[in-house]
């Protein structure tokens, strides 16, 4: 089975997220992607929500390099050390997993492994997981460092891409949406907003 492309490995985890460092400096997922990983028990599913590249040692902040060269490219030609002291990590919410034969959408009965895996899930798979929108509740009310909102509006982006009629996927998401922001127009009005 191909299990779709490698992108990280799992360096933090929790029953409800996960951090991973990416193998290539920037070239992390997207904002809202679905990815897996392979827990001990069961396939565990989640969305990207946050995606930052760092300097490994914390106390040594990235500095400029560029002044007297035209591109991104000549700056780590003239400074090859920068690929090994500098990383590209994400954030996953989890958001379902798979065990056995059975697809949910709530969290799975352990945290994902530390050097899990982490995979960029593929159109059939997107297509599979979103077929029940039921992962939306976990997402719409997550606590993140980042907008909610934002990554509500940007993993319907990033799922509608896996369907042939996206629009319909869309308005889809959209009535699942009214249903759980039916109290908060304003909210509900600036997450419809973001899925052009």
């Not at 992390?28 to 929500?49: D, H, M, N, R």
């Not at 798979?98 to 959408?105: I, Y």
């Not at 319907?156 to 959209?174: E, M, N, Q």
Request: proline fraction near 4%; include cysteine; aromatic fraction near 8%.
């Amino acid at each position: 089975m191909d299990l779709g492309t490698k992108v990280a490995e799992v360096i933090e985890a929790s029953s409800a997220e996960f951090v991973a460092q990416c193998y290539k400096l920037d070239q992390g997922p997207a904002l809202g992607s679905l990815v897996k990983t392979e827990g001990e028990l069961c396939e565990i599913f989640g969305i990207v929500y946050d995606v930052e590249t760092h300097s490994l040692d914390p106390g040594r902040r990235v500095i400029a390099r560029g002044e007297q060269m035209e591109t991104q490219d000549e700056v780590f030609r003239a400074n090859p050390q920068l690929a090994r002291l500098l990383s590209t990590d994400f954030r996953v919410l989890v958001v379902g997993h798979r065990q056995g034969d059975g697809l949910h959408h709530y969290l799975p009965p352990m945290p994902a492994p530390i050097h899990g895996f982490v995979y960029i899930c593929q159109l059939e798979e997107v297509q599979g997981f979103a077929q029940s929108l039921d992962f939306l509740g976990l997402v719409i009310d997550a606590r993140l460092s980042v907008s909610v909102d934002e990554v509500v509006a940007a993993c319907l982006r990033c799922f509608s891409r896996a369907y042939p009629d996206s629009h319909a996927f869309l308005v889809k998401a959209g009535k699942e949406l009214a249903r759980l922001l039916g109290g908060d127009a304003l909210r509900l009005n600036s997450v419809l907003k973001r899925l052009r």
